[in-house]
């Protein structure tokens, strides 16, 4: 394991890399526990680095077995070699070829970084730092390469031999029981990016013909009879290709692309050039055992690792700090194709809910960091909410400011100049800047500063002038690091609802607003309207065109007004989910909320308007979730009460639209055959939010409707949705479902991955005490991330009340696991740690629970620099 005290990174001391690698041959002779890897590096000194400056490569755990210099063996006294790091003092010339030979054990590689094994096959991940487990190297992402891959196996252990680019040559060693292929990629790329795969595997074979009329094969490769449930994710992958092409521009460069999913993997998946590594979660699917969720899963996992063929392969980024440069871009790209595949307010309105519960509560917390952060002491402790969502939604805006031509103009430029080059923000600015004359220095301070801003709203109606004045306030709060902020650019889109329903005409002084968008970039500023002949209800942050907490003086009948009128779908939703959280907040501080009939009458007219959408509707209707309530709340939460004031409106919900909702249930329910489309979702969706409402109060009525759903369903989104009704109510009827459950798919490990997560966000008492319990069933392992996420994350992260339960056992259990995990998985472990994220917000009880298992875990002599570092943020 390496050193438990990392020094700190800082953006400012970035230097460039003091030797370049122009060519890497590499030759894997693979074998369970003594893989042998053979390195070519064509080294060259960087013309911008220091003169003299020695080769020095990084290691993780590595064996050196050999050393030579255009093919000279090295003596070890001209060398230094640890596991961590191999270093040439003085290197023979400016320019020479170093050769070295290591060893590695993929089998005892827990850790899943480098070369690993999985279900007896081989397996790679070099994202961000795993290519230094495998063989000596400059393993920074400003180093690019042409790789060259020879790979050597048993041929009855991997029949199958992948790795990136195109297949030069494969066949048989002569005189052995072995075989080869050579694999050459002509793209250069960082050594974050290599990946190779071999083992036992069935190929879905299909192909497509680019824009320019090139043909490509494509393969995704899976476990042997699994080939049936790998259909979805080829669709998904030929839709993205074209997409691409349409949306952007880009076609794919290669002759060959390639997926494999895998069953053990510490992300959701990795965008390896040419080779994409997926976990399986994110590749399978079946109606019997994928949810609708699940669907829009992979199609939204595979279009992303697509796009980043160019926005993180083509051009990657110069260093670490720079990541959302790559994640971020590549997290709007997929959203948009996602958005232009099924319904783009839907998906809008999915995303905004993620950013929330996610994103806004990491910057409200200890974790909270800018999208380019300026420091850190572990990397991976940075694949965030804030790097990904965030980033997502800065470019987003860089969007909505520019308006569509000027966007596409910025992305053809940076594509244009940074093609093959490793780039930052700064260099991603320019490209946009340049592309269309806007100056863009305040807006990069979203890149720079940490905390969602709060934009402060007050309208005034002067009915003899015809004007409506919008006065504005925007602050930042203070976060880790940032105690004083500077004013953002922040484009907000609006509209004036007059009494009809209909949008009044938005003009400032002569000059019709642009796209309806108006722009904030003062700490206070006010925005007057002309030529009005009515008082208007204001529409703000239409389509959530900024990622900013708005308070606003709308009241509770303007918000009723604006969930029936808006013409904007995102704040048609807002306001009937800002009506809500109002009453919730109140509740949950034990306040007598006015406004209920409200909220009822506008979820009436919303549910029994034929004109809307069925997953609008769903959405829509769908109380603010419990991390949502306490972020509202601000400080001193009791999650308990957070949870009865949920519990309790969702009873009364559900009793006053009884009537609507059983006949919702009935109409959309079907005898078609299932079907992943977002129309057919849609409609699942809403029936199983009727349902969810109907069973609320754990009546018999409610509960036999959910049971009979359960023992009918022909697809996994409605059992689940049946079976997690049940699992919410102490009844015989619970067990039964869930055994019966088990029995049907005990063999497959993804659905029973839904199982294990369903009883571990079961809001009861006994709930850590069965988490315990199924720690010890024979299908759970701490050796496969899926299987603990699935159980002990899903209890830590989206069961507030037991995690956080008073007397800290919550905490204590999740601390345990953390100590337990750190020495096989650094990385899950690190990632399960970060649900302590709110631990500040709670009341004092809790928070000192919350503390003491922090400190506890603090304090542990040998901890991974990736616990350590998120320990020590959380304190902070």
């Not at 779908?569 to 949950?588: E, H, M, T, V």
């Not at 609008?616 to 972020?631: N, T």
């Not at 571990?760 to 008492?765: F, N, V």
């Not at 100590?819 to 302590?836: C, H, I, K, T």
Request: glycine share 8%; charged share 25%; proline share 6%.
């Amino acid at each position: 394991m390496r050193d438990a005290e990392p020094q700190a990174v800082r953006l400012a001391d970035y230097r460039p890399p003091e030797w370049l690698v122009d060519q890497v041959d590499l030759d894997f002779a693979l074998h369970p526990t003594q893989t042998r890897v053979t390195a070519r590096l064509a080294l060259r000194r960087n013309p911008k680095g220091t003169p003299g400056a020695p080769v020095i490569l990084d290691g993780d755990g590595l064996t050196l077995v050999r050393l030579a210099i255009d093919g000279a063996p090295l003596a070890g006294t001209s060398f230094e070699a640890s596991p961590e790091r191999l270093v040439l003092r003085h290197p023979p010339a400016d320019a020479f070829t170093l050769e070295i030979e290591t060893l590695v054990d993929p089998t005892a590689n827990t850790q899943l970084m480098g070369l690993y094994r999985t279900s007896n096959n081989y397996c790679t991940q070099c994202e961000p730092e795993g290519f230094r487990r495998i063989t000596y190297f400059p393993d920074r992402p400003d180093v690019l390469a042409v790789y060259t891959t020879r790979i050597e196996a048993e041929a009855a252990e991997a029949p199958v031999l992948l790795g990136n680019g195109n297949l030069v040559s494969s066949g048989p060693v002569l005189g052995t029981s072995r075989h080869f292929a050579v694999w050459h990629d002509p793209w250069p790329k960082p050594s974050y990016l290599f990946a190779l795969v071999g083992g036992k595997l069935a190929r879905v074979a299909d192909s497509f013909t680019t824009a320019s009329g090139r043909q490509v094969e494509l393969g995704i490769y899976v476990e042997e009879g699994k080939e049936t449930r790998a259909g979805y994710a080829m669709d998904a992958l030929k839709r993205s290709m074209r997409w691409d092409e349409t949306a952007f521009g880009r076609e794919y460069d290669l002759d060959v692309f390639n997926i494999v999913a895998v069953s053990d993997f510490n992300m959701g998946a990795m965008e390896n050039k040419g080779l994409n590594v997926f976990n399986d979660k994110y590749v399978l699917a079946s109606p019997q055992t994928a949810t609708d969720a699940d669907y829009s899963g992979i199609e939204g996992v595979i279009a992303h690792e697509y796009f980043h063929n160019w926005t993180g392969n083509r051009i990657t980024c110069r260093d670490w700090f720079q990541l959302c440069l790559k994640e971020g871009l590549t997290v709007f790209r997929d959203q948009e194709f996602s958005s232009d595949q099924r319904s783009r307010p839907v998906k809008r309105i999915s995303d905004v809910r993620m950013l929330k519960a996610a994103q806004f509560t990491e910057d409200s917390g200890p974790l909270a960091h800018p999208v380019r952060p300026e420091t850190y002491r572990e990397i991976n402790n940075f694949y965030t909410a804030t790097v990904y969502e965030k980033g997502s939604e800065v470019v987003r805006m860089l969007k909505t400011l520019l308006g569509e031509e000027g966007f596409r103009k910025g992305m053809d430029l940076y594509f244009a100049r940074h093609d093959g080059e490793a780039a930052t923000i700064e260099d991603f600015l320019a490209a946009f800047a340049d592309a269309t004359g806007r100056d863009l220095t305040q807006f990069a301070l979203w890149y720079a500063q940490s905390g969602t801003p709060t934009l402060e709203v007050k309208g005034a109606f002067d009915a003899a002038a015809g004007t409506y004045r919008l006065d504005v306030k925007q602050s930042v709060p203070p976060t880790p690091g940032q105690s004083e902020k500077k004013p953002m650019v922040i484009p907000l889109a609006l509209g004036l609802v007059g009494p009809d329903g209909a949008d009044l005409p938005l003009t400032l002084g002569n000059t019709p607003v642009e796209r309806g968008v108006v722009e904030v970039t003062e700490r206070e500023q006010s925005f007057l309207f002309t030529g009005l002949d009515a008082k208007p209800v204001p529409s703000l942050n239409r389509g959530f065109s900024a990622p900013v907490n708005v308070k606003s003086d709308l009241t509770p009948e303007d918000r009723v007004f604006l969930a029936a009128h808006d013409r904007d779908p995102f704040n048609r939703f807002d306001a009937l989910q800002g009506l809500a959280l109002g009453l919730l907040a109140k509740a949950a501080r034990g306040k007598v909320a006015e406004g209920e009939a409200a909220l009822i009458d506008a979820a009436r007219r919303l549910l029994t308007d034929a004109a809307l959408d069925p997953a609008f509707k769903a959405q829509a209707l769908a109380l603010p979730g419990e991390s949502e309530i306490a972020r509202e709340l601000g400080g001193d939460v009791d999650p308990d009460g957070v949870f009865a004031a949920r519990k309790a409106l969702r009873l009364r919900l559900g009793a006053a639209l009884a009537g609507p909702l059983v006949e919702t249930y009935a109409a959309l329910g079907t005898d078609a055959p299932f079907a992943p489309d977002a129309a057919s979702a849609g409609r699942r969706a809403l029936r199983n939010l009727a349902l969810d409402y109907l069973a609320a109060a754990g009546s018999a009525e409610g509960i036999a409707r959910a049971e009979a759903q359960f023992a009918a369903a022909d697809n996994m989104t409605d059992r689940m949705a049946a079976l997690a009704v049940l699992a919410q109510h102490d009844r015989p009827e619970r067990g039964a479902a869930l055994d019966a459950f088990y029995a049907r798919f005990e063999s497959d490990a993804l659905v029973i991955d839904k199982w294990f997560t369903l009883q571990a966000q079961i809001p009861e008492a006994g709930t850590l005490e069965r988490v315990k319990a199924l720690m010890l069933h024979p299908a759970f392992s701490m050796g496969n991330p899926n299987r603990v996420r699935a159980l002990v994350g899903a209890f830590a992260a989206t069961n507030p009340t037991q995690f956080n339960r008073a007397d800290g056992a919550g905490h204590a259990f999740l601390a345990d696991v953390v100590l337990s995990l750190d020495a096989r998985n650094p990385q899950v472990a690190s990632r399960l740690l970060s649900a302590f994220k709110t631990w500040r917000q709670l009341e004092p009880g809790r928070r000192g629970h919350a503390e003491a298992a922090l400190r506890r875990v603090a304090d542990t002599p040998g901890l991974s620099p990736d616990v350590a570092d998120i320990a020590t943020r959380s304190l902070g």
